[in-house]
């Protein structure tokens, strides 16, 4: 098979919006995740504005990687790129006594409460009245634990709704692996936090594997 064919199987059929809505915010976490995401809402030509929020991320060089390569991507394909606040003294307050949690647990409930509640506040300031996250396209995240954080933040406002599409279905998974390795996306080997940093490394340690260099592997 071509890689022009392998590449057409994971074309979506064109997305709609709930509701008949007509504009989306997109909270992003990082250009792997919301590469085929954009994509897929461009070719819909849904009007999308990205929105980028996320304190989680330490130290704060990676923060700026990270965003960076999520812009320049935004701006490839024509879409704005809101550059949210990096309030992470707020993220630590918000985490403080779930540090030792493991990943897809009470800490990451708080950690996407405050992203949702954030990008739904943004949607309601701002005339939008429906938002989705890229977060539930990784396989490593639990999609229901994102879903009922979206939900949450959205039942703040009257007339914002949260879409939970899963992302993963109709070739999304694979297709999002092909993009970033098109677009030499820079690639993050931990999730965000310095917990998540400290839990990689750890269990890298006792697998004997390398300790993660961060700012040098892209895709
Ligand atoms: S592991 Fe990821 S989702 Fe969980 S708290 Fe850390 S950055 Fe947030």
Not at 82 to 104: A, C, N, S, V
Request: glycine content about 6%.
């Amino acid at each position: 098979m071509s890689e022009k064919l392998k590449l057409q199987n994971y074309i979506r059929p064109a997305l709609e919006l709930p509701n008949k809505q007509k504009e989306l915010l997109l909270h992003s976490c990082c250009a792997p995740c919301s590469g085929e995401i954009i994509e897929a809402l461009a070719s819909s030509n849904i009007k999308t504005t990205v929105y980028f929020y996320n304190p989680n991320i330490h130290p704060v060089d990676e923060y700026e990687i990270r965003k960076d390569e999520n812009r320049r991507f935004c701006e490839k394909v024509g879409f704005d790129c809101i550059d949210g606040d990096y309030d992470k003294d707020k993220w630590f307050e918000r985490i403080k006594g779930l540090e030792d949690e493991p990943e897809r647990g009470a800490r990451c409930t708080k950690c996407f409460d405050m992203r949702f509640e954030r990008s739904a506040l943004f949607a309601h300031e701002n005339g939008f009245n429906i938002f989705a996250t890229t977060l539930g396209i990784s396989r490593w995240k639990d999609m229901n634990q994102i879903n009922e954080s979206g939900n949450r933040a959205a039942a703040r406002y009257e007339n914002i709704l949260f879409w939970d599409f899963n992302w993963r279905k109709q070739g999304g998974s694979s297709r999002m692996i092909e993009i970033s390795k098109r677009e030499h996306f820079y690639q993050q080997e931990y999730c965000g936090c310095v917990y998540s940093l400290r839990d990689t490394n750890r269990w890298r340690r006792k697998n004997n594997k390398d300790r993660i260099i961060r700012g040098v592997k892209f895709y």
